[in-house]
């Protein structure tokens, strides 16, 4: 059984970072792709970051050139890092997984999902 463990969470200020891990279990990262949604209170759960196993990545227009999708598969894990923070960041941010190569951008289209880690950046 596929288990997605997300941690790094945290509070930071405003232009600070933060590293976001996603620890799989059961689950095989070849002809993968690994998602990064958040989730913030009222709103809708939106794309961040995917990966393939082929490392191609997305990222929302809102994050590129300040968050950096990447995977550890030796260790089965996702890893988003995170610089310049911004308050509008603050969110709830979800792992996501998928057997498939063409990764998709909603959420409908992953069927793993971790718990969550809350990310707050105050300005």
């Known amino acids: 059984q596929v288990q997605l463990v997300e941690s790094g969470g945290g509070s930071v200020q405003a232009g600070g970072s933060l590293r976001l891990s996603c620890a799989a279990y059961?689950?095989?990262?070849?002809?993968?792709?690994m998602a990064w949604f958040r989730q913030a209170p009222g709103k809708g759960r939106e794309a961040v970051a995917n990966?393939?196993?082929?490392?191609?990545?997305y990222y929302a227009d809102s994050v590129r050139g300040r968050f950096t999708i990447s995977q550890d598969n030796a260790k089965n894990t996702l890893l988003l890092q995170m610089n310049s923070l911004k308050p509008e960041d603050t969110a709830m941010y979800y792992c996501a997984a998928d057997y498939r190569w063409v990764c998709g951008r909603g959420p409908a289209t992953y069927v793993y999902w971790g718990r969550g880690t809350q990310v707050t950046v105050s300005s």
């Open positions: 990966i393939n196993s082929n490392g191609i990545t």
């Open positions: 059961g689950y095989t990262p070849s002809g993968t792709c």
